[in-house]
């Protein structure tokens, strides 16, 4: 029962009087409270001095109790509206931090397009809206849209639509700031903005991903009819979130574009496959220094003679350096030898014309290489080997024996005049000519892990490979090299096997007249 009402009391309950029960004149959590500390118990102890809190009216206050002597009860109310607001605003700041924190971490995990506009409509339906849909501007005539209900999985669908539209989505797709969605009407929503069961869309807002110079997209949230409508603050935090967003989109794509850059600057650079050409066999093996790399410094081509029967032409050469820096010059000297094909069977002009183009170019690098000229004529193939600054190729006969061809000459692009001396050899069928660059002779490793694998271990390496084919040299090289250096640092390597096959005389009519040989 009220005993005592003050004017303060009375000003905040008008219906309390002295003499009333409080259960009638004071709002429920108020009376709960005073009944539980009369009661025994667990609920007890909510006499102990805690206050309580609730709502009168718009108004939140605490509660607070005095026992009396006498056994009454004194409650006081102090209105803690202001406070439980602040508290409030502070804890939805504190989550959406956690959120942005969690969102920047999430979509810059990745640098996939496709993976970073899922993951942005479904943080967007997890924390904005009951759905959202996330467009990019297309190339074409369909636009790519992810679409995400709230517990669904995000998915990928491409829209032949017009953007404008839609009020504000071709705006934003272009990267202009974004239309309040008081200015929105919902109702004028086109179905494929709509996910098929969705029912009918409440509120609705579009934002773009801002990009780095260039819209990556655009945000499109929506709510249900039976969900309130955005807030201002919350259309403000959307767009918080698409700009971490847009970030990661942008960069997605930005790598998405280097990457498909690379890879088709990145396929001319690589070494050719190599095989039988004219009669004769060539195989060739490439390494780069680490292996994250596809290309280096050491290279390696071969170009068919133009005319049958005339010598095909194997470059094998080493640029000072390593990485993409060294595969650039690489490059330049790969197009300058092909442009240079219609003199290859001079190899000292080849030679002297590369060298004026390398002494003549801004790269301050030089170049070792090794020029070899092969034609097959009966069972036989004829090489003229010349080098230029590069270690001499070695000849695998068929007994197992390795000799080292007799050609050297100056090292290319360094000097004004590059001279070299050619050497001519012949190969039987099953012997083999090795050219190589010294990132196999100087690799570095064995039981020391500094020794290097050397001209000699090369040597006795090759004369285990006596009849093989070309492409198992290059293996049983590749294999041996790798393995001297086991996870240690290493130059780029390159080595290339010129063959003249294995033949078999096929005989005519009685097995005594001249036939033919086929490898």
């Not at 010059?329 to 001079?346: E, S, V």
């Not at 036989?380 to 024996?401: C, N």
Request: negative net charge; glycine residues 10%; hydrophobic residues 45%.
């Amino acid at each position: 029962m009220v005993i005592l009402v003050n004017s303060a009391a009375t000003v905040l309950l008008p219906d309390a009087r002295p003499g009333d029960r409080l259960h009638d004149v004071a709002p429920a959590w108020l009376a709960t409270a005073h009944d539980a500390l009369r009661l025994p118990g667990p609920r007890a102890g909510q006499g102990t001095g805690t206050p309580v809190a609730g709502a009168i009216g718009e108004r939140c206050f605490e509660a607070h109790h005095s026992m009396r002597a006498d056994g009454a009860v004194a409650w006081w109310l102090v209105d803690d509206t202001d406070h439980r607001m602040v508290r409030e605003a502070l804890h939805l700041e504190r989550e959406r931090t956690t959120f942005l924190a969690k969102a920047s971490s999430m979509l810059l995990s990745s640098l996939n397009l496709g993976r970073c506009m899922d993951v942005t409509a479904q943080l967007a339906t997890e924390h904005l809206a009951d759905a959202a849909l996330v467009i990019v501007p297309s190339r074409g005539m369909r636009l790519p849209v992810v679409t995400c209900l709230r517990g669904g999985s995000p998915a990928l669908v491409r829209v032949s639509a017009d953007p404008d539209e839609v009020p504000g989505l071709g705006e934003a797709l272009r990267g202009f700031p974004p239309v309040p969605s008081r200015w929105i009407d919902p109702a004028t929503a086109p179905g494929w903005l709509v996910p098929e069961g969705f029912g009918a869309v409440g509120s609705m807002v579009i934002t773009p991903l801002p990009g780095h110079g260039v819209a990556a997209g655009a945000l499109v949230l929506l709510r249900r009819s039976s969900t309130r409508a955005f807030t201002q603050g919350e259309e403000v935090f959307a767009r918080l979130f698409a700009a971490r967003a847009g970030a990661a989109m942008s960069a997605a794509r930005l790598y998405a574009e280097q990457t498909s850059i690379a890879e088709v600057l990145m396929r001319e650079l690589l070494p050719p496959s190599l095989h039988q050409i004219s009669g004769v066999e060539f195989a060739g093996g490439y390494r780069p220094s680490a292996d994250h790399e596809r290309v280096g410094g050491d290279f390696y081509d071969v170009h068919p003679a133009a005319v049958e029967g005339e010598a095909s032409l194997v470059a094998l050469g080493d640029v000072c350096g390593k990485g993409l820096e060294a595969a650039v010059l690489t490059g330049k000297i790969r197009n300058t030898l092909h442009a240079l094909l219609p003199m290859a069977d001079d190899h000292q002009r080849m030679i002297s014309l590369l060298n004026t183009a390398l002494l003549n170019s801004h790269h301050t690098r030089f170049a070792t290489m090794v020029l070899a000229s092969a034609v097959r004529r009966g069972n036989e193939v004829h090489l003229r080997l010349t080098s230029a600054g590069h270690p001499a190729p070695l000849i695998l006969r068929e007994s197992g024996l390795v000799e080292e061809a007799d050609t050297h000459g100056t090292l290319v692009g360094a000097i004004p005049a590059a001279t070299a001396r050619t050497a001519v050899v012949t190969l039987e069928p099953g012997e083999s000519c090795v050219l190589y660059t010294d990132g196999i002779t100087e690799a570095r490793g064995g039981p020391m892990g500094d020794v290097q694998f050397g001209e000699e271990r090369l040597m006795r390496a090759l004369s285990e490979c006596a009849s093989m084919p070309a492409e198992s040299i290059v293996e049983h090289v590749q294999m041996l090299a790798g393995r001297w250096i086991g996870q240690g640092p290493h130059d780029d390597m390159a080595v290339v096997v010129i063959s003249a096959p294995r033949t078999h005389h096929l005989t005519a009519v009685n097995g005594h007249t001249r036939g033919r040989f086929t490898g």
